[in-house]
């Protein structure tokens, strides 16, 4: 699963062909989550209020960005990264 992101080690990953809604698989420190593109963790927990502050702040000034891997996602092609929180 590629990464699209890593910052305040928190990595940020989608996966091809992946289910709807649209979302991103976050890791921090060995918590896992899957969160919408709304900041809405659909699975997991990242187990620190931190991280998942920053997680979704990142999503509000990326909205457009990750709409677009996730359309180069369900395409099959190469995903872009974007830049981190900071």
Do not use: C
Request: cysteine-free.
């Amino acid at each position: 699963m590629p990464i699209i992101s890593v910052f305040f080690g928190i990595v940020v990953r989608m996966f091809y062909d992946d289910h709807n809604p649209p979302h991103i698989h976050v890791e921090y420190q060995g918590s896992k989550a899957l969160l919408d593109f709304r900041g809405n963790i659909l699975k997991g927990d990242l187990q620190s209020r931190t991280a998942l502050k920053l997680v979704r702040e990142w999503i509000d000034l990326r909205q457009e960005e990750l709409l677009g891997d996730w359309e180069l996602a369900r395409q099959g092609r190469e995903m872009k990264r974007i830049d981190p929180l900071g």
